[in-house]
């Protein structure tokens, strides 16, 4: 019996940079909010504001393992993204990804809830197709030290595909790309936040390779706002949809425009590019375009101007 009109709302990894974000936006819009993560590369400072709330509730859970809850969607978040977590244990990585899946799908078809899976932009390895449209198939390596990360996120694709044409799941899949913003790990490797705390504590900012490979960075509200369209939109809208910032920097233009707006003694410093490390990525948002009426709003400058006073505070606590 349900004495509540609140949709409940599992969000697997909510303890994360992204979830927690996620965790702050659907309780804000009257919702009960059930967050669950390991604590592998998520802490429960991200959501620590929110433990005061009656209507939140934070579990420690794996999601390899069956969970056994009631809810009316489920945003599945759980795994981590930057490559220095996923790569320190690959086989977790490859499990929290396809088991994972396996056991949120499990739950969504018992419970009939509608499920969303925050995908990537991995899916599409190294590509040869810019910008990456979501009829690109991709080009990843299948056992390389990025594999357990692409492979398992497409996996997790092929499954929620075949529990839609199988048990008729109400899905809805995005393909992430890379995101930034405050809670971001502080020592995860991923490039914004590593420039960010590098320039802020005056040390080389430190790129790989000849810093002229590309990324497209979208702030975090943005991407959020994505989340919940996609999760409000007709059961016929299933994705795969691309959310991202389709404004494309190397990562050398990245590193000066930090540099220019922390000053201090910093230089650039150029190390070894790790093995994979795709070249070029940008999303081609048509799809969320065209089926969410979604486009970011936040651009760099500004974006940047958010994470950077964010980092600022952090390390002087
Ligand atoms: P994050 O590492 O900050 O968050 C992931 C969360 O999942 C963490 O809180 C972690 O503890 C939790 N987790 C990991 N394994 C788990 C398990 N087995 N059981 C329960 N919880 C587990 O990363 P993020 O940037 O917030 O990414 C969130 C999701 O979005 C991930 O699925 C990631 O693949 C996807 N994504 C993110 C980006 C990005 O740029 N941030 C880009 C593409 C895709
Ligand atoms: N990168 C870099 N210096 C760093 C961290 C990352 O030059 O200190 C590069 C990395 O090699 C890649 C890009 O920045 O080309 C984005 O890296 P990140 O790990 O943030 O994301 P992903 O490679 O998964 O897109």
Same mark, same amino acid.
């Given at each position: 019996?349900?004495?509540?009109?609140?949709?409940?709302?599992?969000?697997? %990894?909510?303890?994360?940079?992204? @979830?927690?974000?996620?965790?702050? &936006?659907?309780?804000?819009?009257?919702?009960?909010?059930?967050?669950?993560?390991?604590?592998?590369? !998520?802490?429960?400072?991200?959501?620590?504001?929110?433990?005061?709330?009656?209507?939140?509730?934070?579990?420690?859970?794996?999601?390899?393992?069956?969970?056994?809850?009631?809810?009316?969607?489920? #945003?599945?978040?759980?795994?981590?993204?930057?490559?220095?977590?996923?790569?320190?244990?690959?086989?977790?990585?490859?499990?929290?990804?396809?088991? @994972?899946?396996?056991?949120?799908?499990?739950?969504?078809?018992?419970?009939?809830? &509608?499920?969303?899976?925050?995908?990537?932009?991995?899916?599409? %390895?190294?590509?040869?197709?810019?910008?990456?449209?979501?009829? #690109?198939? !991709?080009?990843?390596?299948?056992?390389?030290?990025?594999?357990?990360?692409?492979? %398992?996120?497409?996996?997790?694709?092929?499954?929620?595909?075949?529990?839609?044409?199988?048990?008729?799941?109400?899905?809805?899949?995005?393909?992430?790309?890379?995101?930034?913003?405050?809670?971001?790990?502080?020592?995860?490797?991923?490039?914004?936040?590593?420039?960010?705390?590098?320039?802020?504590?005056?040390?080389?900012?430190?790129?790989? %390779?000849?810093?002229? *490979?590309?990324?497209?960075?979208? #702030?975090?509200?943005?991407?959020?706002?994505?989340?919940?369209?996609?999760?409000?939109?007709?059961?016929?809208?299933? !994705?795969?949809?691309?959310?991202?910032?389709?404004?494309?920097?190397?990562?050398?233009?990245?590193?000066?425009?930090?540099?220019?707006?922390? !000053? @201090?003694?910093?230089?650039?410093?150029?190390?070894?590019?790790?093995?994979?490390?795709?070249? *070029?990525?940008?999303?081609?948002?048509?799809?969320?375009?065209?089926?969410?009426?979604?486009?970011?709003?936040?651009?760099?400058?500004?974006?940047?101007?958010?994470?950077?006073?964010?980092?600022?505070?952090?390390?002087?606590?």
């Amino acid at each position: 019996m349900r004495i509540s009109n609140r949709k409940r709302i599992l969000i697997t %990894g909510g303890a994360g940079f992204l @979830g927690s974000h996620l965790c702050e &936006r659907l309780l804000g819009e009257g919702n009960d909010v059930l967050c669950v993560d390991n604590f592998y590369s !998520g802490t429960k400072d991200n959501v620590a504001h929110l433990m005061g709330n009656p209507h939140f509730e934070l579990m420690r859970h794996d999601v390899t393992f069956p969970l056994y809850v009631e809810t009316d969607e489920i #945003y599945n978040l759980a795994c981590p993204a930057s490559p220095v977590h996923y790569q320190w244990d690959p086989v977790q990585t490859t499990k929290t990804s396809v088991h @994972g899946a396996i056991n949120m799908l499990g739950l969504a078809k018992r419970t009939k809830a &509608r499920i969303f899976q925050a995908s990537t932009s991995e899916v599409y %390895g190294d590509p040869e197709i810019h910008p990456q449209p979501e009829s #690109y198939w !991709g080009r990843v390596n299948p056992i390389g030290i990025r594999s357990c990360y692409d492979e %398992g996120k497409r996996c997790a694709e092929t499954l929620f595909f075949d529990y839609h044409r199988q048990h008729k799941v109400d899905i809805k899949v995005a393909r992430i790309f890379n995101t930034y913003g405050p809670r971001m790990h502080p020592n995860d490797g991923r490039v914004v936040s590593n420039f960010i705390v590098q320039a802020l504590r005056g040390e080389d900012i430190t790129i790989y %390779g000849d810093g002229l *490979q590309t990324r497209s960075f979208c #702030y975090v509200d943005d991407l959020i706002e994505g989340f919940v369209r996609i999760m409000a939109s007709p059961p016929e809208v299933t !994705g795969p949809i691309n959310l991202g910032n389709p404004h494309e920097f190397t990562i050398r233009e990245l590193a000066e425009a930090v540099l220019k707006k922390v !000053g @201090g003694p910093s230089k650039l410093v150029f190390n070894p590019l790790p093995q994979d490390d795709p070249k *070029q990525r940008q999303p081609d948002i048509g799809l969320a375009k065209t089926h969410l009426d979604w486009q970011p709003a936040v651009q760099l400058d500004a974006g940047l101007d958010k994470t950077i006073h964010y980092f600022r505070n952090f390390l002087q606590q």
